[in-house]
């Protein structure tokens, strides 16, 4: 019996990618939305909820690599959704918290289980993109990771003001396992999917370029003058991403006076513009192409230096006298960080092989959760001393940092021009 083609599978498969992210990141958002409440219960001060938040972040970026490196060894479908089993049961385990310290436990078990999701992410789109589009596919995988952000707070506050807060963890994180039964129901190697019509494999595979693999152990990888030209710009940008995760409820709430029930209503708007900006910064890649007749390299750099000039609205967050205001200038930020945040989780898949993409996203990602456990450090430390708006005005000058280190270290040709041979040097 024929088998069934899907037209365009590539683009379901991707749907489905960012179905799993936007899970992941309602995971990882919701307590961030559930702290007001946890204070009338706990009184967690502003400096444990960093050690909380910090819990995460080590424990998302030691294991990283990790994770990346096991998903290079048992391939995409099975270890994806071990992953996301393993995130889902932790992030319900948050139910049976008692005090600052079990928060932190259990952050640090979902920050593990959870820091496999972009690699695996990056991955799939190496699978199953011609190079062409991989940053559309990563623009749209990554406008899971403000969907999940944006979902938690209607979802958190509903379920603590119909049921309690354990119930809030307990539904974020079995949405998971729902996902997890669709997507080894539907994935595959392209190669090897039945669903994949002939023309779409071809039109895939005939359009990856060869990268070269790097010889050795996977320690080589960390001589690769390109790897840390990412690592580093990626260390950079995190800290954006990181406020606006962790930081954004919390900030309205202490500082601008909103009620539970208004940051449910408006916590959730600088992630719908953080979505917009992953989709129109992977369109904006092959169009910069078309427009400029640049490098594909070239183009993602383009990005990145767009999405830094436009960090210039959450720097200014100091300067809003009303606190409409400032969520319509977290909404810029939040459109500026994703929108450069997609070139540069594209990249991996742009000069490594499909064997270690995974592994090379891995290190990336680790660099860019050591820059975010730190910011939320000192944001802990300072804010009750000097306040948010210094820390915000930060956000930009790290993003322009990153841009130069990125335009600097990386160079600029087509993806199968770079051979990474390790010890710093590109053949």
Not at 46 to 63: N, R
Not at 94 to 107: E, Y
Not at 155 to 177: D, E, K
Not at 271 to 293: E, H, M, R, T
Request: aromatic residues 14%; contains cysteine; glycine residues 10%.
């Amino acid at each position: 019996m024929k088998e069934r083609m899907v037209l365009g599978l590539r683009w379901w498969i991707i749907g489905l990618v960012s179905a799993g992210i936007t899970l992941n990141y309602l995971s990882r958002s919701s307590l961030s939305v559930a702290i007001p409440e946890l204070n009338k219960h706990f009184s967690i001060s502003t400096e444990q909820y960093s050690y909380i938040v910090s819990a995460f972040q080590g424990a998302y970026m030691i294991v990283q690599p990790l994770c990346g490196y096991v998903l290079d060894i048992v391939g995409t479908k099975i270890g994806f959704a071990v992953f996301a089993v393993a995130w889902a049961l932790a992030n319900m385990l948050h139910g049976l918290a008692t005090g600052w310290i079990s928060f932190a436990f259990f952050r640090g078990l979902l920050g593990a289980t959870e820091s496999a999701v972009i690699p695996a992410s990056v991955k799939v789109v190496s699978e199953w993109f011609p190079d062409k589009e991989k940053s559309i596919a990563t623009g749209w995988f990554n406008s899971g990771t403000s969907l999940g952000a944006m979902f938690a707070p209607p979802l958190v506050v509903w379920c603590i003001l119909h049921y309690n807060w354990q119930m809030a963890f307990i539904v974020t994180g079995g949405l998971s396992l729902i996902w997890v039964v669709v997507w080894l129901a539907v994935y595959d190697l392209p190669q090897k999917h039945k669903w994949l019509g002939s023309g779409e494999r071809s039109t895939i595979i005939e359009g990856q370029a060869i990268v070269q693999k790097v010889k050795g152990h996977w320690t080589v990888m960390l001589r690769s003058r390109v790897l840390w030209g990412i690592m580093i710009s990626r260390f950079l940008a995190a800290p954006a991403w990181a406020t606006f995760s962790f930081w954004i409820p919390i900030y309205l709430s202490s500082v601008r006076h909103m009620s539970l029930k208004e940051i449910g209503m408006f916590a959730w708007l600088p992630f719908l513009a953080a979505d917009l900006g992953s989709i129109v910064g992977g369109y904006l890649c092959p169009s910069f192409q078309k427009w400029f007749n640049v490098h594909l390299v070239t183009s993602r750099k383009l990005v990145v230096v767009f999405g830094a000039l436009l960090m210039i609205g959450p720097a200014c967050i100091g300067l809003a006298t009303d606190k409409y205001v400032a969520v319509f200038l977290f909404c810029i930020g939040g459109f500026a960080h994703q929108a450069l945040s997609g070139a540069l989780l594209t990249l991996p898949a742009d000069v490594f092989q499909r064997e270690e993409v995974a592994t090379a996203s891995g290190w990336t990602g680790t660099a860019a959760w050591l820059g975010s456990s730190v910011f939320s450090l000192i944001i802990g430390a300072l804010a009750t001393k000097i306040g948010y708006n210094p820390l915000f005005a930060c956000l930009v000058m790290f993003d322009a940092l990153g841009a130069i280190v990125l335009w600097v270290m990386v160079p600029s040709k087509r993806n199968n021009e770079i051979r990474i041979t390790g010890l710093g040097q590109q053949a």
